[in-house]
């Protein structure tokens, strides 16, 4: 999924992504995140998927932080 992001990107060198996300109650909120690298992807066995999301350091939130793809909105470079 992440080489998939990236494939659509035109500045594929970029460090950091703007990542434009719905949150779990609704609310679109942006994030500025380090570029995830393909190891970063989690799974959810509650959903029996293997691949739900990366995670990638937040520099809104001064910290690591998980996103699900379904829940992407837009993702700049």
Request: glycine letters at 8%; proline letters at 1%.
């Amino acid at each position: 999924m992440i080489m998939n992001l990236e494939k659509n990107m035109k500045n594929k060198k970029a460090k950091h992504w703007q990542v434009v996300y719905k949150t779990v109650d609704g609310r679109t909120e942006l994030y500025t995140v380090d570029k995830p690298v393909q190891d970063d992807q989690f799974g959810n066995s509650d959903e029996g998927q293997s691949i739900v999301g990366f995670t990638a350091y937040c520099h809104n939130r001064g910290g690591y932080r998980r996103f699900r793809y379904d829940r992407l909105v837009t993702v700049v470079s």
